[in-house]
C-alpha cells in the first residue's frame, strides 16, 4: 500500500481514469457491432455518422490512438460500402 499522499492521490486518479476510459470503449466497441449488424445502408449510413464522432472524441482524449481510429473508420466505411453494393 502506498505511503506518500501523491501516491494516493495517484491511485485514486488512476482508479476514476480506469473507469472513464473502460466506459468510453465499451460504448465504441457497441457503436461497431452495431454497425457490423447493419441490414439496409441508410442505417448503416447513420450509424457510421455516430461511430466516426465517436472514434474521433475517443482518440482525441487519448483512449485510443489515432492512427487507430483512422483504420477503424477505413473498415468500417467498407462495411458500409458493401451494403450499397449488394
Known amino acids: 500500500m502506498a505511503h506518500h499522499k501523491s501516491a494516493i492521490k495517484r491511485i485514486r ?18 457503436a461497431i457491432r452495431k454497425i457490423n449488424e447493419a441490414t439496409s ?8 455518422k455516430k461511430a466516426y464522432s465517436m472514434l474521433d472524441k475517443v482518440a482525441a482524449r487519448g ?6 481510429a483512422a ?11 458493401k451494403l450499397k453494393t449488394a
Open 71 to 81: 483504420n477503424k473508420k477505413s473498415s468500417l466505411s467498407a462495411i458500409i460500402k
Open 41 to 48: 445502408y441508410d442505417e448503416g449510413m447513420t450509424l457510421l
Open 13 to 30: 486518479q488512476t482508479r476514476t481514469r480506469k473507469l472513464y476510459n473502460r466506459a468510453n470503449k465499451k460504448t465504441l466497441r457497441l
Open 63 to 68: 483512449i485510443i490512438h489515432k492512427n487507430k
